[in-house]
């Protein structure tokens, strides 16, 4: 677990729609997954995804939904959360595309 003043830790629950509810965007730098049920959780709910090529589980399209990112490539990575962090239009038009193709 991260202990620094700027990373928030929860505890287990059952449901975090309130999370996603206040997110902008959804970061998922994942190394290896079989099928990321918070890929389709956070589509769901609107929201553009940064992920790896394994993170975004076949699901998100690049430059559609949200960016895929080579997950060792740092420089990469903070570029995309700049690019989201800093753009509004795209957030929604990346948001609303990810809602319309988890729901197709």
Known sequence: MLKR???????YALDYSWAYRQADFFAFPSLEEGSPLVIYEAMGHGLPILASPMGGGGVVR?????????????????????KLSNSPDLRAKMGAAARRELWS
């Open 5 to 11: 003043s700027d990373v928030v830790n929860f505890d």
């Open 62 to 82: 690049d430059g559609l939904d949200g960016i895929i990112l080579p997950p060792y490539d740092t420089d990469a990575w903070v570029e995309g959360l700049r």
